[in-house]
């Protein structure tokens, strides 16, 4: 004979929801003998009931049909009150699970043949049992989903962990690729960067001793001529000191000293090609007077030359610095090449200085036949000349200096139209801070 203790002990040893489930209703339904029940299960989550089991012991009513009945009735009771056990309907019963504040879920018993007693001590322990085992064998099956759930995520996580250190050592193999690649990359940079400076160096000591070679060659022609017209004038000054008339002899004297002059200023531009960078303060520099110290030695030059020289100066310009003599040997070197451009006794030559935003100017025109595009693109190049006398250095020399000054030097020249050189330095206040490279 099974006593109640014996169906307590069968339902407190179940270890499933659905043996659980099944074992109490079981054992329900024999106390309240209905001819359809149902135990369905409270889902907190969806705030429902969901699941659960019936038992039908007539077939009149298809089981899927019956069960969804049940559900819908207990949805509905659960609604109205979940803690009192009462008729919800003529025929159903409806007997509320819970665990303190906890609700586990309800029995619902339909046209029972025996009237529920639910004061009864042993329906009272029974659904106390059932109650419990049930919230105990959801919370471990819960747990175990639970612990399934996190040694999935674990599993997971274990995974991606491993992508990530294969990944990692994936990109570390490629830093110390790219490492080796650019300590060798530079190596040849520098292999290469080192040849290059070589050739370099080669190429100006190639180009140096061609430019030797030509202005060797360009000085013996120019030195040579002044040389041999010296010696022929000194021989018809003697021939001439032996004759009474003398009258010659000045004449001859002046061809002497001119071409004497000619061979200081082609000695003067190889000192000035050639002058090594110094460090020196400049000095407050007004290229009015540049431009009137320089006039003063050319006038005699230029009017025998039949050129005409005008002066258009700036009274109010504003100072820069540099040195004197150096730009004084500018101007001179513009001024010779405007005269040797300008037509005999038809010549020209306009000087004039203005100032503009931040710098002052120095004008050099003429109403030569002007130059071609290609003569301009070479004509600051030692050496390049397009006349029959002179070593081609002197605009050479002349670019040198301007730059040393911080400045620029342009050329606008056009066939038939005359040529300007324009020279430009920047305004400066404070000639002595800082120290200015200039040569």
Known sequence: M????????????????????????????????????????????MGRYIIGQSLSVTDDVAAGEAWRTLLSMANGAFAGDHTTPRQVTRTVFYDPLNVGDHHIGAFLFVNSRKSPDLSSRDVQLLRRVIAHTLKTVMSVENAGHIQRQLEEDRQRLAHLLEAVNKQQRTIDHLLAL????????EEKVRERTEALQETQRRLMQSEKLALIGKLASSLMHEVNNPLQAIQSGLGLVVDALNLPETSLVGQDLATIQSELERIQII?????????????QHYRPLDLNMVCTDTLVLMRKRLHDLGVDIHCDLDEHLPLTCGDLNQMKQVLLNLLLNA??????????????????????????????????????KHLFEPLFTTKTRGLGLGLSVSLDIVQRHQGTITVDSSPTMGTTFLVSLPVRSDCDDPIIDCG
Do not use: C
């Open 178 to 185: 790219e490492r080796e690649f650019s300590a060798q990359l």
């Open 2 to 45: 099974t006593t109640l203790a014996d169906v307590l002990a069968s339902i407190v040893l179940t270890s499933t929801i659905e043996e659980t489930t099944s074992k109490s209703l079981a054992v329900m339904a024999e106390y309240f003998q209905p001819e359809r029940a149902g135990l369905v299960l409270w889902d907190h989550d």
């Open 267 to 279: 000695f003067r531009q190889l000192l000035d090609l050639n002058r090594p960078n110094i460090q």
């Open 339 to 376: 005269a040797e451009a300008v037509p005999e006794d038809q010549g020209h030559i306009r000087v004039a200085t203005y100032a503009g935003q931040d710098s002052v100017h120095l004008a050099v025109m003429d109403n030569g036949a002007g130059m071609e595009t290609e003569t301009m």
